[in-house]
């Protein structure tokens, strides 16, 4: 039973470029959360997807940063013209299926470097 | 929005003592309070949680008690071993989860 899948694990983009992190939720799970966690700080929500929809994106800056979660595939979190602050971890996080909507599982991160 | 408070941010303990994380929250409509666990350059795991009609919940050394009316709630680790150090989050949700700043247990052999 494979878990939440996050690629790629590492990611260096250079200032202006774009970076596209991808996110596999867990089997039978239907609910998708993007956080971002900052070196030594808690982890913040970005935004709430569910297939085809996006139904929270309150945490998300308005500019740059988009997400999607298709019908088909992965979720996807898009940041163009990156910046150096933008050098965080991404995780995402399922939850849904025949379990609970409440518990939510994480993915093991993509760490974004800006240089 | 919520906001959620947690302490102490650093804790030591002698390997066999018991550790306590408290964590207060704001929203009153959060229902649902989990705690992760986050090992250095690792993912957050899930090691405990808790709905909002029940006020105690135990897991082995684990266990997690919910104060509604207080909005507050806390983690207890008994028996602490070495592999309890990490970093632990509270959260709270409504649907979405808003997490405490975390707290660096470390356990002394």
């Known amino acids: 039973n494979a878990g939440v899948m996050q690629n790629p694990r590492h990611l260096v983009r250079r200032r202006g470029q774009e970076a596209r992190l991808r996110c596999s939720p867990m089997?039978?799970?239907?609910?998708v959360y993007w956080y971002r966690q900052l070196p030594e700080e808690g982890l913040k929500f970005m935004v709430y997807?569910?297939?085809?929809?996006?139904?929270?994106e309150s945490g998300m800056p308005k500019e740059r940063f988009s997400a999607e979660f298709p019908k088909e595939g992965p979720s996807i979190l898009r940041i163009q013209q990156v910046v150096r602050g933008d050098s965080a971890a991404y995780f995402c996080?399922?939850?849904?299926?025949?379990?609970?909507?409440?518990?939510?599982?994480f993915g093991p991160g993509t760490r974004l470097t800006v240089t | 929005g919520e906001n959620v408070e947690q302490h102490p941010s650093t804790l030591s303990v002698q390997e066999g003592d018991s550790a306590v994380i408290k964590c207060t929250y704001s929203?009153?409509?959060?229902?649902?309070f989990p705690w992760y666990k986050q090992e250095l350059g690792k993912r957050p795991q899930l090691i405990i949680d808790?709905?909002?009609?029940?006020g105690e919940k135990k897991d082995q050394r684990i266990a997690v008690t919910l104060n509604k009316t207080a909005k507050h709630f806390s983690l207890h680790i008994t028996e602490t071993q070495p592999e309890d150090s990490a970093v632990y989050f509270c959260?709270?949700?409504?649907?979405?989860?808003?997490f405490g700043k975390g707290t660096l247990l470390t356990v002394n052999p």
């Open positions: 996080a399922s939850s849904g299926g025949a379990g609970s909507v409440y518990e939510q599982y």
């Open positions: 089997k039978g799970h239907s609910h």
């Open positions: 997807l569910q297939k085809e929809n996006i139904i929270d």
């Open positions: 929203d009153s409509a959060s229902n649902y």
């Open positions: 808790i709905r909002s009609n029940v």
């Open positions: 959260a709270a949700r409504d649907y979405k989860l808003t």
